[in-house]
C-alpha cells in the first residue's frame, strides 16, 4: 500500500513538519457522494487512515473503552460511539478488526451524507475529508453550524480551514473539553491533542484548498 503525506505541528504548535500516515483501504465497494455538485469518495483511504492515526494513534482499539476526554463515553475502533452507529457498544467486549473497519466505513458514510447537504458550493476532496473529521469528533450539525462552513459557503476556502483551528483572532477552537458542574459555571480545559488535530485538519484542508 502508497503512503501519503500530510503536514502536522509539533506540539508546541510553533513548528511544521512532515510526517508519513498509511492510508486505510475501505473493505467495503466504493461510495461516491454528490457534494453541491461535486464527485466525491465517501470514506476515502486517506480519511479513514487520518481517522485511525487520529483516533487510535494509529492502532484500531479492538476493545470498548469509556473515552476519557468524552466523559465516559463508549468507544471502540477508531472513535466508534453510540453518536454515529447504531450497533450496541458495551465497555470490556472486543471486537474483530474487520468488524471495526466495516462499521466505521459505514458509519463515516453515513456522516458524510449528512454533511454534505450543508454545503453550498463544491468542496475537493481534501476540504470534504477534513470537515469530515471535524463532524466525526463533534457531530456534523456543529460542523454545518461552524464559521468554518459558513466560509466555505462563502467561497473562502482558505478561511474557512483555518477556522477548524483558530478563531479570527488566532485563538484555538474546536479544541476543548467543557463540562457543567452541579453549582458553577461550565467550565472548558485546553487539551493539546485537541489542538493537535485541529491544526492537522486545517493545513491538510489549506493545502487541499490552494
Not at 8 to 31: C, F, M
Not at 41 to 48: G, I, R
Not at 152 to 174: F, H, I, T, Y
Amino acid at each position: 500500500m502508497q503512503e501519503s503525506m500530510i503536514l502536522k505541528t509539533s506540539t508546541s504548535g510553533n513548528e511544521v513538519h512532515s510526517s508519513v500516515l498509511a492510508p486505510v483501504a475501505p473493505l467495503l465497494p466504493r461510495v461516491v457522494l454528490l457534494v453541491a455538485g461535486a464527485s466525491l469518495t465517501a470514506a476515502s483511504p486517506f480519511l479513514l487512515g487520518f481517522l485511525k492515526d487520529k483516533e487510535s494513534s494509529g492502532k484500531t482499539a479492538l476493545t470498548v473503552y469509556a473515552d476519557k476526554l468524552a466523559n465516559g463515553l463508549p468507544t471502540v475502533c477508531d472513535g466508534l460511539t453510540r453518536h454515529v452507529t447504531s450497533t450496541p457498544i458495551v465497555v470490556g467486549e472486543r471486537w474483530t478488526e474487520e468488524q471495526c473497519r466495516t462499521e466505521t466505513q459505514v458509519a463515516v458514510i453515513n456522516v458524510q451524507k449528512q454533511l454534505a447537504k450543508c454545503f453550498k458550493r463544491a468542496p475537493n476532496q481534501m476540504v470534504f475529508d477534513m470537515a469530515t473529521s471535524h463532524a466525526w469528533n463533534f457531530g456534523y450539525l456543529k460542523t454545518c453550524n461552524s464559521l468554518a462552513m459558513a466560509a466555505w459557503n462563502q467561497g473562502q476556502w482558505e478561511l474557512g480551514c483555518r477556522r477548524l483551528a483558530m478563531s479570527d483572532a488566532g485563538k484555538p477552537v474546536w479544541s476543548y473539553t467543557c463540562s457543567t458542574p452541579p453549582v458553577g459555571p461550565r467550565q472548558c480545559v485546553f487539551i493539546q491533542g485537541l489542538a493537535d488535530r485541529r491544526n492537522e485538519e486545517m493545513l491538510n484542508c489549506t493545502e487541499g484548498a490552494k
